[in-house]
């Protein structure tokens, strides 16, 4: 069962979920001396990466940040870029920088996949940051989602609902201009994180919110396959929550 806390609103969300990754990167350097982590983008994340990374007691320096996903055939210099989006908004306000792993999307897309592959293998993820997405995705792996790859990540293509989201949250000057294919995490790999820190908000939110809890695991609702996790723990505010019939 996904642990869930209502938050008063997103400013707060953002606080109480940057605070519990913040611990668990610290007691991750405490045991290990060293941590991984994997690092969302998207709207969701604006008030949580504010708060993460003014946390105090983490030597980033000792830090290795992968993410989730990035367009194919996107520049680093696109407004909607990811590597672009963690470089400044993750990676700049910290004085000790952490070792970035970025998802590479221009090039050849299957060496950028088998080149990640490579560099994720064997490690320990000790928190991953996530959201989900209007029609449930989780990472870029839209309905129906791949559940069994063992491939940490893989190219897929984006479904309309998808890319309607990315138009609407006002990253391309068209639904026309958003990308149809993107690396991705897998769910699998996502899965191996050892606590997942979910951040989740604002109404159009809420049909994905109580699909992803309450409904059945399913592919064709990515997110539900958090049920299955040993700790994930969500972060929303009310008007995501709103569908929902338990309430904390």
Not at 58 to 78: M, N, Q, R
Not at 218 to 232: F, G, V
């Amino acid at each position: 069962m996904i642990e869930m806390h209502v938050a008063s609103d997103k400013e707060e969300l953002g606080r109480q979920a940057a605070a519990a990754g913040a611990q668990a990167i610290r007691d991750e350097l405490a045991r290990h001396g060293e941590a991984t982590i994997i690092v969302a983008t998207g709207a969701s994340q604006f008030e949580m990466l504010n708060h993460l990374v003014a946390a105090e007691g983490i030597d980033w320096s000792k830090v290795t940040a992968f993410h989730l996903d990035e367009y194919v055939g996107l520049p680093e210099s696109h407004p909607a870029s990811f590597r672009r989006y963690l470089r400044e908004r993750f990676m700049a306000p910290l004085k000790n920088a952490p070792t970035f792993i970025p998802v590479e999307g221009e090039g050849d897309p299957a060496a950028a996949v088998k080149q990640l592959n490579q560099q994720i293998a064997g490690k320990h993820i000790a928190v991953c940051f996530a959201g989900f997405g209007e029609n449930c995705h989780l990472a870029f792996n839209d309905p129906p989602a791949d559940f069994d790859t063992e491939e940490p990540y893989l190219v897929v293509n984006l479904d309309d609902a998808c890319r309607q989201q990315q138009f609407g949250e006002g990253w391309f000057p068209s639904f026309d201009a958003v990308p149809q294919q993107a690396i991705s995490m897998s769910i699998r790999q996502i899965l191996k994180s050892e606590l997942i820190v979910l951040s989740v908000s604002d109404t159009r939110k809420a049909a994905a919110t109580k699909a992803a809890l309450e409904g059945p695991v399913s592919n064709l609702s990515p997110a539900s396959i958090l049920q299955t996790h040993k700790r994930t723990v969500l972060f929303i505010d009310p008007p995501a929550a709103s569908l929902l019939s338990r309430k904390g």
